[in-house]
Protein backbone atom coordinates (compact mmCIF):
# COMPACT_ATOMS: atom_id res chain seq x y z
CA UNK A 1 0.00 0.00 0.00
CA UNK A 2 2.51 2.85 -0.78
CA UNK A 3 -0.69 5.39 -1.79
CA UNK A 4 -4.23 5.46 0.26
CA UNK A 5 -6.54 7.89 1.36
CA UNK A 6 -8.12 7.89 4.99
CA UNK A 7 -11.94 8.67 3.96
CA UNK A 8 -14.50 9.77 6.36
CA UNK A 9 -12.97 11.00 9.44
CA UNK A 10 -12.40 14.16 11.37
CA UNK A 11 -9.10 15.40 11.40
CA UNK A 12 -7.82 17.15 15.10
CA UNK A 13 -4.27 19.50 14.93
CA UNK A 14 -3.38 22.11 17.18
CA UNK A 15 -6.11 24.81 15.71
CA UNK A 16 -8.93 22.73 15.73
CA UNK A 17 -10.96 19.37 14.33
CA UNK A 18 -12.01 19.69 10.63
CA UNK A 19 -13.90 16.81 8.70
CA UNK A 20 -11.05 16.08 6.11
CA UNK A 21 -9.83 13.10 4.02
CA UNK A 22 -6.15 12.18 4.20
CA UNK A 23 -3.68 11.22 0.95
CA UNK A 24 -0.74 9.60 1.92
CA UNK A 25 1.75 8.68 -0.63
CA UNK A 26 4.80 6.34 0.38
CA UNK A 27 6.25 7.53 3.86
CA UNK A 28 4.73 10.77 3.98
CA UNK A 29 1.26 13.07 3.73
CA UNK A 30 0.61 14.70 0.17
CA UNK A 31 -2.63 16.36 0.70
CA UNK A 32 -5.42 17.10 2.75
CA UNK A 33 -8.90 17.23 1.41
CA UNK A 34 -12.01 18.61 1.99
CA UNK A 35 -14.75 15.53 2.78
CA UNK A 36 -15.28 13.73 -0.70
CA UNK A 37 -12.87 15.94 -2.58
CA UNK A 38 -9.80 13.40 -3.00
CA UNK A 39 -8.72 11.20 -6.13
CA UNK A 40 -11.00 8.24 -7.15
CA UNK A 41 -9.30 4.82 -7.91
CA UNK A 42 -6.75 5.01 -4.89
CA UNK A 43 -6.63 2.39 -2.16
CA UNK A 44 -8.69 3.42 1.35
CA UNK A 45 -8.76 3.84 4.76
CA UNK A 46 -11.93 4.05 6.15
CA UNK A 47 -12.22 6.41 9.21
CA UNK A 48 -15.68 7.24 9.57
CA UNK A 49 -16.12 7.79 13.40
CA UNK A 50 -12.94 8.38 13.86
CA UNK A 51 -10.31 11.12 14.85
CA UNK A 52 -7.32 11.26 13.06
CA UNK A 53 -4.42 13.02 14.82
CA UNK A 54 -0.88 13.21 14.10
CA UNK A 55 1.25 10.24 15.87
CA UNK A 56 2.11 10.93 18.95
CA UNK A 57 5.54 12.10 20.49
CA UNK A 58 7.03 11.26 23.57
CA UNK A 59 9.80 13.43 24.42
CA UNK A 60 11.41 12.16 27.46
CA UNK A 61 11.57 7.69 27.78
CA UNK A 62 14.73 5.40 28.96
CA UNK A 63 14.56 2.32 27.19
CA UNK A 64 17.63 -0.07 28.72
CA UNK A 65 18.62 2.76 31.53
CA UNK A 66 21.07 1.31 34.06
CA UNK A 67 19.26 2.48 37.54
CA UNK A 68 20.43 1.82 40.54
CA UNK A 69 22.16 -1.31 40.32
CA UNK A 70 19.83 -2.34 37.73
CA UNK A 71 18.09 -1.49 34.42
CA UNK A 72 15.35 -0.55 32.50
CA UNK A 73 13.09 -3.37 31.67
CA UNK A 74 12.15 -2.20 28.27
CA UNK A 75 14.88 -2.74 25.88
CA UNK A 76 14.65 -0.31 22.55
CA UNK A 77 12.51 -3.57 21.12
CA UNK A 78 10.00 -3.73 23.65
CA UNK A 79 9.20 -0.06 24.86
CA UNK A 80 8.64 0.92 21.04
CA UNK A 81 6.93 -1.61 20.15
CA UNK A 82 4.31 -0.91 23.62
CA UNK A 83 4.56 2.93 22.38
CA UNK A 84 2.94 1.60 18.70
CA UNK A 85 0.42 -0.06 20.20
CA UNK A 86 -0.23 3.64 22.43
CA UNK A 87 -0.03 5.50 19.60
CA UNK A 88 3.14 6.90 19.42
CA UNK A 89 5.15 7.12 16.39
CA UNK A 90 8.60 9.24 17.93
CA UNK A 91 10.32 9.04 20.74
CA UNK A 92 13.25 10.98 21.94
CA UNK A 93 15.26 8.93 24.69
CA UNK A 94 18.19 9.78 26.77
CA UNK A 95 21.93 8.95 26.01
CA UNK A 96 23.88 8.94 29.05
CA UNK A 97 27.49 10.35 29.76
CA UNK A 98 28.44 9.31 32.99
CA UNK A 99 31.32 11.41 35.06
CA UNK A 100 34.31 10.83 33.38
CA UNK A 101 33.30 9.58 30.55
CA UNK A 102 33.54 10.92 26.58
CA UNK A 103 30.27 12.70 25.86
CA UNK A 104 30.15 11.12 22.41
CA UNK A 105 30.88 7.69 23.43
CA UNK A 106 27.61 7.88 25.48
CA UNK A 107 25.84 8.50 22.44
CA UNK A 108 27.32 5.99 21.03
CA UNK A 109 26.79 3.64 23.29
CA UNK A 110 22.99 4.52 22.90
CA UNK A 111 22.37 4.58 19.25
CA UNK A 112 24.13 0.79 19.58
CA UNK A 113 21.20 -0.08 21.87
CA UNK A 114 18.42 0.96 19.43
CA UNK A 115 19.67 0.93 16.24
CA UNK A 116 17.55 -1.74 13.97
CA UNK A 117 15.82 -2.41 17.36
CA UNK A 118 13.02 0.42 16.70
CA UNK A 119 9.40 -0.32 15.69
CA UNK A 120 8.92 3.36 15.24
CA UNK A 121 11.41 6.67 14.86
CA UNK A 122 13.70 7.62 17.36
CA UNK A 123 15.73 10.69 18.76
CA UNK A 124 18.40 11.18 21.83
CA UNK A 125 18.56 14.19 24.23
CA UNK A 126 22.08 13.85 25.95
CA UNK A 127 22.34 13.48 29.89
CA UNK A 128 25.62 15.58 31.04
CA UNK A 129 26.60 13.48 33.78
CA UNK A 130 29.79 15.42 34.30
CA UNK A 131 30.18 19.21 33.05
CA UNK A 132 33.97 19.82 31.90
CA UNK A 133 35.65 21.80 29.04
CA UNK A 134 35.22 18.70 27.42
CA UNK A 135 32.16 18.11 27.24
CA UNK A 136 30.97 21.78 27.18
CA UNK A 137 32.75 21.36 23.35
CA UNK A 138 31.07 18.20 22.52
CA UNK A 139 27.67 19.94 23.14
CA UNK A 140 28.53 22.26 20.14
CA UNK A 141 29.72 19.13 18.36
CA UNK A 142 26.27 16.86 19.04
CA UNK A 143 24.25 20.35 18.01
CA UNK A 144 26.10 20.83 14.82
CA UNK A 145 27.00 17.32 13.55
CA UNK A 146 24.44 14.52 15.39
CA UNK A 147 21.20 16.18 15.78
CA UNK A 148 21.00 16.34 19.15
CA UNK A 149 20.15 19.90 20.45
CA UNK A 150 19.01 19.47 24.12
CA UNK A 151 21.01 18.29 27.08
CA UNK A 152 19.90 17.56 30.18
CA UNK A 153 21.20 17.89 33.78
CA UNK A 154 20.37 16.87 37.41
CA UNK A 155 20.32 19.02 40.54
CA UNK A 156 19.12 15.57 42.69
CA UNK A 157 21.28 12.30 42.92
CA UNK A 158 24.61 13.39 44.01
CA UNK A 159 27.86 11.53 43.12
CA UNK A 160 25.31 9.89 40.52
CA UNK A 161 24.02 12.57 37.77
CA UNK A 162 24.65 15.18 39.95
CA UNK A 163 25.79 19.25 38.47
CA UNK A 164 26.44 21.70 41.29
CA UNK A 165 25.26 25.17 40.20
CA UNK A 166 28.64 25.97 38.98
CA UNK A 167 28.66 23.20 36.13
CA UNK A 168 24.84 24.07 35.25
CA UNK A 169 25.75 27.90 34.41
CA UNK A 170 28.50 26.95 32.37
CA UNK A 171 26.05 24.31 30.61
CA UNK A 172 23.66 26.70 30.28
CA UNK A 173 25.81 29.53 28.82
CA UNK A 174 27.00 26.99 26.05
CA UNK A 175 23.47 25.90 25.38
CA UNK A 176 22.53 29.84 24.99
CA UNK A 177 25.63 30.07 22.60
CA UNK A 178 24.20 26.87 20.16
CA UNK A 179 20.71 27.39 20.51
CA UNK A 180 20.18 24.05 22.55
CA UNK A 181 17.49 23.38 25.20
CA UNK A 182 18.39 22.67 28.62
CA UNK A 183 16.51 19.77 30.02
CA UNK A 184 16.45 20.58 33.84
CA UNK A 185 15.60 17.18 37.22
CA UNK A 186 14.96 19.93 39.51
CA UNK A 187 15.04 19.04 43.17
CA UNK A 188 17.69 19.87 45.49
CA UNK A 189 19.18 16.55 45.57
CA UNK A 190 22.00 17.49 48.73
CA UNK A 191 19.03 18.31 50.98
CA UNK A 192 16.93 15.44 49.91
CA UNK A 193 19.85 13.02 50.96
CA UNK A 194 19.75 14.74 54.35
CA UNK A 195 15.72 13.89 54.28
CA UNK A 196 16.16 10.40 53.36
CA UNK A 197 18.86 9.33 56.02
CA UNK A 198 17.11 10.79 58.71
CA UNK A 199 13.77 8.95 57.36
CA UNK A 200 15.78 5.74 57.41
CA UNK A 201 17.23 6.19 60.64
CA UNK A 202 14.30 6.81 62.02
CA UNK A 203 12.73 3.05 60.93
CA UNK A 204 10.85 4.88 58.17
CA UNK A 205 11.53 2.27 55.29
CA UNK A 206 8.35 2.11 53.67
CA UNK A 207 7.86 3.12 49.54
CA UNK A 208 5.69 5.95 51.11
CA UNK A 209 8.35 7.80 52.85
CA UNK A 210 10.41 7.86 49.27
CA UNK A 211 7.60 10.80 48.73
CA UNK A 212 7.86 12.43 52.23
CA UNK A 213 11.61 12.97 51.87
CA UNK A 214 10.72 14.66 48.12
CA UNK A 215 8.92 17.66 49.45
CA UNK A 216 7.52 20.04 47.07
CA UNK A 217 9.69 22.44 48.67
CA UNK A 218 12.87 20.73 47.29
CA UNK A 219 11.29 21.02 43.44
CA UNK A 220 10.03 24.32 43.84
CA UNK A 221 13.02 25.86 45.16
CA UNK A 222 15.07 23.87 42.59
CA UNK A 223 12.94 25.21 39.49
CA UNK A 224 13.90 29.02 41.12
CA UNK A 225 16.81 28.59 40.92
CA UNK A 226 17.14 26.57 37.89
CA UNK A 227 14.87 29.48 36.53
CA UNK A 228 17.80 32.19 37.80
CA UNK A 229 20.65 30.75 36.34
CA UNK A 230 19.33 30.66 32.76
CA UNK A 231 18.47 33.93 33.35
CA UNK A 232 22.07 35.16 34.53
CA UNK A 233 22.93 33.02 31.18
CA UNK A 234 21.28 35.78 28.75
CA UNK A 235 17.58 33.49 29.03
CA UNK A 236 19.39 30.34 28.00
CA UNK A 237 16.43 27.74 26.74
CA UNK A 238 15.14 26.07 30.13
CA UNK A 239 12.82 22.82 30.02
CA UNK A 240 11.64 21.70 33.53
CA UNK A 241 11.00 17.52 33.47
CA UNK A 242 8.36 15.83 35.11
CA UNK A 243 6.67 19.30 37.09
CA UNK A 244 5.09 17.22 39.69
CA UNK A 245 3.76 20.34 42.34
CA UNK A 246 2.03 23.53 42.76
CA UNK A 247 4.49 25.32 44.25
CA UNK A 248 7.59 24.66 41.29
CA UNK A 249 4.51 25.41 38.96
CA UNK A 250 4.18 28.50 39.90
CA UNK A 251 8.09 29.11 39.32
CA UNK A 252 7.66 28.56 36.05
CA UNK A 253 4.41 30.33 35.61
CA UNK A 254 6.01 33.62 36.49
CA UNK A 255 8.92 32.86 33.91
CA UNK A 256 6.66 32.43 31.50
CA UNK A 257 4.79 35.79 32.29
CA UNK A 258 8.38 37.45 32.01
CA UNK A 259 8.20 36.13 28.51
CA UNK A 260 11.20 34.15 29.53
CA UNK A 261 12.39 31.13 27.60
CA UNK A 262 11.16 28.58 30.11
CA UNK A 263 8.95 25.33 29.32
CA UNK A 264 8.02 22.22 31.51
CA UNK A 265 6.35 18.70 31.09
CA UNK A 266 4.41 16.77 33.26
CA UNK A 267 3.58 13.01 33.30
CA UNK A 268 0.23 11.41 33.60
CA UNK A 269 1.04 9.61 36.93
CA UNK A 270 1.01 13.46 38.28
CA UNK A 271 -2.21 14.32 37.09
CA UNK A 272 -3.92 11.27 38.41
CA UNK A 273 -1.70 9.02 41.15
CA UNK A 274 -0.85 10.26 44.73
CA UNK A 275 1.27 10.02 47.51
CA UNK A 276 -1.77 8.50 49.77
CA UNK A 277 -3.37 5.89 47.73
CA UNK A 278 -0.60 4.71 45.40
CA UNK A 279 2.60 5.30 47.29
CA UNK A 280 0.96 4.49 50.59
CA UNK A 281 -0.59 1.31 49.58
CA UNK A 282 -0.52 -1.58 52.19
CA UNK A 283 2.91 -3.14 52.55
CA UNK A 284 5.54 -3.12 50.31
CA UNK A 285 3.06 -2.34 46.92
CA UNK A 286 3.43 1.33 46.78
CA UNK A 287 6.87 0.85 45.12
CA UNK A 288 5.17 0.18 42.10
CA UNK A 289 4.72 4.07 42.16
CA UNK A 290 8.28 5.07 42.85
CA UNK A 291 9.56 7.69 41.07
CA UNK A 292 10.80 11.11 40.92
CA UNK A 293 9.77 13.40 41.21
CA UNK A 294 7.27 11.96 43.39
CA UNK A 295 3.22 11.45 43.53
CA UNK A 296 1.93 13.82 45.35
CA UNK A 297 -0.91 14.67 47.98
CA UNK A 298 -4.36 14.00 46.89
CA UNK A 299 -5.44 16.90 49.99
CA UNK A 300 -3.51 19.46 48.15
CA UNK A 301 -4.27 21.28 44.88
CA UNK A 302 -1.50 19.89 42.77
CA UNK A 303 -3.73 18.02 40.34
CA UNK A 304 -5.66 20.26 39.73
CA UNK A 305 -2.99 23.44 39.42
CA UNK A 306 -1.07 20.72 36.67
CA UNK A 307 -4.66 20.21 34.84
CA UNK A 308 -4.82 24.06 34.93
CA UNK A 309 -1.39 24.29 33.90
CA UNK A 310 -1.81 22.12 30.69
CA UNK A 311 -4.82 24.63 29.57
CA UNK A 312 -2.75 27.76 29.80
CA UNK A 313 0.32 26.37 28.04
CA UNK A 314 2.58 26.87 31.51
CA UNK A 315 2.67 23.45 31.19
CA UNK A 316 3.53 22.43 27.22
CA UNK A 317 3.94 18.85 27.08
CA UNK A 318 3.20 15.90 28.47
CA UNK A 319 5.57 13.15 28.35
CA UNK A 320 5.64 9.84 30.66
CA UNK A 321 9.17 9.38 31.58
CA UNK A 322 9.24 5.65 30.83
CA UNK A 323 11.47 4.02 32.58
CA UNK A 324 9.79 0.48 33.59
CA UNK A 325 10.88 -1.76 35.96
CA UNK A 326 9.56 -5.11 37.59
CA UNK A 327 8.40 -5.70 40.81
CA UNK A 328 10.19 -9.15 41.11
CA UNK A 329 13.81 -8.56 41.09
CA UNK A 330 13.88 -4.73 40.25
CA UNK A 331 11.66 -2.58 43.01
CA UNK A 332 12.28 -5.74 45.38
CA UNK A 333 15.61 -4.18 45.56
CA UNK A 334 14.20 -1.68 48.18
CA UNK A 335 12.40 -3.80 50.35
CA UNK A 336 12.99 -2.72 53.83
CA UNK A 337 15.04 0.68 52.58
CA UNK A 338 12.91 2.56 49.99
CA UNK A 339 16.01 4.64 48.74
CA UNK A 340 16.91 1.58 47.10
CA UNK A 341 14.09 1.12 44.95
CA UNK A 342 14.83 1.67 41.32
CA UNK A 343 13.06 4.82 40.16
CA UNK A 344 10.34 5.28 37.20
CA UNK A 345 6.65 4.30 35.98
CA UNK A 346 5.65 2.35 32.93
CA UNK A 347 3.36 4.37 30.76
CA UNK A 348 4.56 5.03 27.45
CA UNK A 349 1.48 2.70 26.39
CA UNK A 350 -1.08 4.93 27.67
CA UNK A 351 -0.62 8.31 27.57
CA UNK A 352 -2.49 9.36 24.26
CA UNK A 353 -5.62 7.35 25.89
CA UNK A 354 -4.67 9.10 29.76
CA UNK A 355 -5.01 12.48 28.36
CA UNK A 356 -8.11 11.65 26.17
CA UNK A 357 -9.80 10.96 29.21
CA UNK A 358 -8.91 14.41 30.40
CA UNK A 359 -10.97 15.67 27.31
CA UNK A 360 -13.67 13.24 28.17
CA UNK A 361 -13.83 14.82 31.38
CA UNK A 362 -13.47 18.78 29.94
CA UNK A 363 -10.04 19.54 31.57
CA UNK A 364 -8.53 19.80 28.24
CA UNK A 365 -10.18 20.90 24.48
CA UNK A 366 -9.62 18.32 21.50
CA UNK A 367 -6.93 20.43 19.57
CA UNK A 368 -4.88 20.86 23.25
CA UNK A 369 -5.07 17.13 23.99
CA UNK A 370 -2.95 16.96 20.52
CA UNK A 371 -0.89 19.70 21.06
CA UNK A 372 0.44 18.34 24.57
CA UNK A 373 0.46 15.25 23.02
CA UNK A 374 2.00 15.55 19.84
CA UNK A 375 2.18 18.78 17.85
CA UNK A 376 4.30 20.41 20.79
CA UNK A 377 6.76 17.93 21.57
CA UNK A 378 7.59 18.15 17.98
CA UNK A 379 7.83 21.69 17.41
CA UNK A 380 9.92 21.88 21.24
CA UNK A 381 12.02 19.51 20.35
CA UNK A 382 13.31 19.84 16.70
CA UNK A 383 11.38 18.16 14.66
CA UNK A 384 8.14 19.90 13.64
CA UNK A 385 6.98 19.75 10.73
CA UNK A 386 7.84 16.50 9.74
CA UNK A 387 6.64 15.22 12.93
CA UNK A 388 3.17 16.74 15.21
CA UNK A 389 1.19 17.26 12.58
CA UNK A 390 -0.67 16.07 9.81
CA UNK A 391 0.20 18.42 6.65
CA UNK A 392 1.44 18.28 3.23
CA UNK A 393 5.18 16.97 3.26
CA UNK A 394 4.50 16.03 7.11
CA UNK A 395 5.78 12.36 7.67
CA UNK A 396 2.81 9.99 7.28
CA UNK A 397 2.94 9.46 11.35
CA UNK A 398 -1.07 9.35 11.82
CA UNK A 399 -2.99 7.94 14.31
CA UNK A 400 -7.14 6.78 13.96
CA UNK A 401 -8.48 7.01 17.32
CA UNK A 402 -12.02 5.75 18.35
CA UNK A 403 -13.58 8.17 20.79
CA UNK A 404 -16.16 5.52 20.85
CA UNK A 405 -13.88 2.93 22.07
CA UNK A 406 -13.27 2.01 25.57
CA UNK A 407 -9.24 0.76 26.46
CA UNK A 408 -8.70 -1.34 30.10
CA UNK A 409 -5.56 -1.05 30.85
CA UNK A 410 -3.78 -4.14 32.82
CA UNK A 411 -0.83 -5.78 32.81
CA UNK A 412 -2.53 -8.98 31.40
CA UNK A 413 -2.83 -6.89 28.30
CA UNK A 414 -0.19 -4.34 27.93
CA UNK A 415 3.10 -4.50 25.72
CA UNK A 416 5.46 -2.95 27.93
CA UNK A 417 8.08 -5.70 29.29
CA UNK A 418 6.81 -5.11 33.21
CA UNK A 419 5.24 -7.71 35.48
CA UNK A 420 2.55 -4.78 36.65
CA UNK A 421 0.64 -2.09 35.45
CA UNK A 422 0.83 1.36 37.32
CA UNK A 423 -2.76 1.63 36.14
CA UNK A 424 -4.31 -2.04 36.57
CA UNK A 425 -7.97 -1.88 36.31
CA UNK A 426 -8.20 1.78 34.91
CA UNK A 427 -10.65 1.83 31.96
CA UNK A 428 -10.66 5.03 29.60
CA UNK A 429 -13.16 6.62 27.45
CA UNK A 430 -11.77 5.93 24.01
CA UNK A 431 -9.09 3.58 22.12
CA UNK A 432 -6.27 3.88 19.95
CA UNK A 433 -7.50 2.22 16.84
CA UNK A 434 -5.24 2.07 14.01
CA UNK A 435 -1.34 3.57 13.80
CA UNK A 436 0.43 4.48 10.98
CA UNK A 437 4.44 5.03 11.09
CA UNK A 438 5.87 6.79 8.20
CA UNK A 439 3.05 5.48 6.08
CA UNK A 440 3.42 1.64 6.96
CA UNK A 441 0.31 0.64 9.38
CA UNK A 442 1.98 -1.19 12.31
CA UNK A 443 -1.34 -1.49 14.60
CA UNK A 444 -4.46 -2.23 13.79
CA UNK A 445 -7.26 -2.62 16.26
CA UNK A 446 -5.56 -5.12 18.46
CA UNK A 447 -3.39 -6.86 15.31
CA UNK A 448 0.64 -5.51 15.35
CA UNK A 449 1.38 -5.17 11.77
CA UNK A 450 4.76 -3.06 12.46
CA UNK A 451 8.59 -4.81 12.77
CA UNK A 452 11.83 -4.09 14.71
CA UNK A 453 14.22 -1.97 12.45
CA UNK A 454 11.74 0.08 11.08
CA UNK A 455 12.09 2.68 13.10
CA UNK A 456 14.53 5.52 12.40
CA UNK A 457 16.99 8.01 13.72
CA UNK A 458 15.35 11.61 13.54
CA UNK A 459 18.15 14.18 13.53
CA UNK A 460 16.56 17.29 15.20
CA UNK A 461 16.97 21.00 14.51
CA UNK A 462 16.67 23.70 17.34
CA UNK A 463 13.24 24.37 19.58
CA UNK A 464 10.71 26.17 17.66
CA UNK A 465 9.80 28.27 20.64
CA UNK A 466 12.64 30.65 21.52
CA UNK A 467 13.00 33.69 21.68
Keep these: MTSYLIKGGTVVGPTGAAAADVLVDGETIAAVFAPGRGPEGV ?6 GRYVIPGAVDAHTHMELPFGGTAASDTFDTGTRAAAFGGVTTIVDFAVQRYGEVVQDGLAAWHAKAEGNCHIDYGFHMILGGVTDEALKAMDQLVADEGVTSFKLFMAYPGVFYSDDGQILRAMQKARDNGAM ?3 HAENGPAIDVLVKQALERGETDPYYHGVTRPQELEAEATSRAIWLASVASDCPLYIVHLSASKALEQVAAARDAGRNVFA ?16 APGFEGAKWVCSTPL ?7 RADLWRGL ?10 DHCPFCMKDQKELGLGDFSKIPNGIGSVEHRVDLLYQGVVDGKLSLARWV ?7 ARMFGMYPKKGIIAPGSDADIVLYDPNGRTRISASTHHMNMDYSAWEG ?9 VISRGAVVVQGNEYKGRKGHGRYVRRGLSDYLV
Design 296 to 302: RSKYESH
Design 426 to 434: WEIAGKVDT
Design 182 to 184: IMM
Design 43 to 48: ETIDAT
Design 265 to 280: ETCPQYLYLTLEDQLG
Design 311 to 320: RTNDLAVVST
Design 371 to 377: ETIATTP
